[in-house]
């Protein structure tokens, strides 16, 4: 594979995977632009060398034909405005440099594909529409990996949110380029070193924050970081079937009954892997799962019937803010409590603010997963933390210690 900021695109036809699955509103507004917007920098790097730019991505789930509402060409204008932050309508004076311009092929394959691929000039761009439309896409088919691959010179993987899927675009398709000829964009760059150094590089004491609602969703995730990590802090709704495991009265708290041996064989690993597990000390408990719930603080492992632990205590907070103050590498997965609700929200905002400072101080701090990169963003802490992955599903899968298909095609 080649490194893509020492690769020259100059008469290149690069043929970019991106991930331009971004929400849109019934008037197809997009309503959160950040995946389009983190690719940008790619893209603007390509056409600085001077090279043709031809983007791919999927949109929505589409039941495997053309439907309207996802189609691609509902973004052809915003990814304009976002190449031409400061362009105006009057034509440029002269010496001025033009507008990129964007152009839109209404299928990602064939004639139209082709010829319009033909006709695109180095500094413009070429917006593919929905891989989705066809089944094979998903399917990983190999016919039609091969027939998009007829569509660049270099392939560019810059979508880390589905590296975690074997489809036709973002791992098949890299077998029919060159190994020179395939690379990570900046996006998949930054997410994979910034995993690694996690992973594999982790300077010690390294301090894992895993929360959320379910256990089952994380067992994987902290059985691989039990062989990695000094200290795993574990908050949030699952917090209580370790609870439980232990022996402790959680009340009506979040449990999953059927994880509890798992709960215990974990405590277990850690111990013999002298592993630290921090299980919060104390609870916020609401007599209700409402953002009106009667609140009080209690010992997590005595909460009485009929109350439920909604958010880690002040005992709690203060416990795990010291681990966190100690570490030079912390990962956090997962909400402290229902940080949605405000009576709910001190536990997470508190650990993110220990976060950010313990970055302050040098840690190497990454933050993945969908709900705790919502938490550091309400709280306005994304830039106080090492890095915020964008892929969620494809993060964990990583951090479960999985071998990611889209990853693995351009790396082999
Ligand atoms: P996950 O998607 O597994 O990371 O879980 C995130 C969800 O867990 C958020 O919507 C939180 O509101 C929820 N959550 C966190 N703590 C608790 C808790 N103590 N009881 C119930 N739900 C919780």
């Known amino acids: 594979m080649s490194k893509f900021s020492d690769y020259n695109f100059k008469g290149q036809k690069a043929l970019i995977r991106v991930d331009f699955n971004v929400p849109l509103d019934e008037n197809f507004t997009i309503t959160d632009d950040t ?26 789930r589409p039941k495997g034909g053309p439907e309207d509402k996802f189609s691609l060409k509902h973004l052809v204008q915003h990814l304009y405005d976002l190449l031409n932050p400061t362009s105006v309508s009057s034509a440029p004076s002269e010496g001025e440099q033009q507008p990129t311009k964007v152009f839109f092929a209404n299928d990602c394959i064939g004639e139209q594909a082709a010829m319009t691929v033909s006709m695109l000039r180095s500094d413009e761009v070429l917006l593919l529409e929905n891989l989705r439309f066809y089944k094979e896409e998903e399917a990983g088919d190999e016919a039609f990996a091969q027939k998009l691959s007829k569509l660049g010179d270099v392939y560019v993987n810059d979508a880390f949110g589905t590296a975690h899927r074997a489809h036709a675009s973002t791992a098949v398709i890299a077998k029919f380029f060159a190994a020179d000829k395939k690379m990570f964009g900046l996006v998949m760059e930054g997410e994979v070193l910034s995993a690694e150094k996690v992973l594999h590089q982790a300077e010690k004491p390294f301090t894992a924050i895993i ?13 691989n970081l039990l062989d ?5 802090i ?17 009340g009506s708290s979040l449990c999953e009954d059927d994880r509890l041996d798992t ?6 690993k850690a111990r013999q892997k002298n592993v630290s597990i921090h299980l919060p000390e104390d609870s916020i408990i609401a007599d209700k799962f409402a953002a009106d719930a009667n609140t009080n603080t209690c010992p997590s492992d005595a909460i009485p019937d009929g109350w439920m632990g909604l958010d880690i205590g002040p005992k709690a907070i203060g416990i795990f803010s010291e681990v966190i103050g100690k570490s030079k590498t912390i990962l956090w997965n997962g909400p402290m409590g229902v940080f949605e609700m405000e009576k709910f929200q001190s536990g997470t905002k508190a650990i993110a ?8 101080k040098g840690a190497f701090s990454l933050v993945g997963g969908g709900d705790s990169v919502a938490a550091v963003n309400q709280f306005n802490l994304a830039d106080k ?14 951090f479960e210690g999985k071998v990611l298909p889209g990853i693995a ?4």
Do not use: C, N, Q, W
């Open 234 to 250: 574990i908050g949030g709704g699952m917090a209580y079937t370790f609870m439980k495991a232990r022996g402790g009265k959680i």
């Open 263 to 268: 709960a215990k064989e974990i405590i277990e």
């Open 385 to 398: 933390v090492s890095y915020v992955s964008t892929g969620g599903g494809a993060m964990l899968e990583y």
């Open 228 to 232: 990695r990590a000094t200290d795993i």
């Open 35 to 60: 995946r389009m917007r983190a690719t940008i920098p790619t893209i603007k790097k390509i056409l600085a060398d001077g090279g043709k730019v031809i983007l791919m991505s999927h949109l929505g």
């Open 353 to 360: 603010l220990a976060v950010a400072d313990a970055t302050s």
């Open 409 to 412: 095609a351009v790396t082999e």
């Open 211 to 223: 929360g959320g609602a379910k256990v089952s969703d994380k067992i994987l995730i902290i059985e």
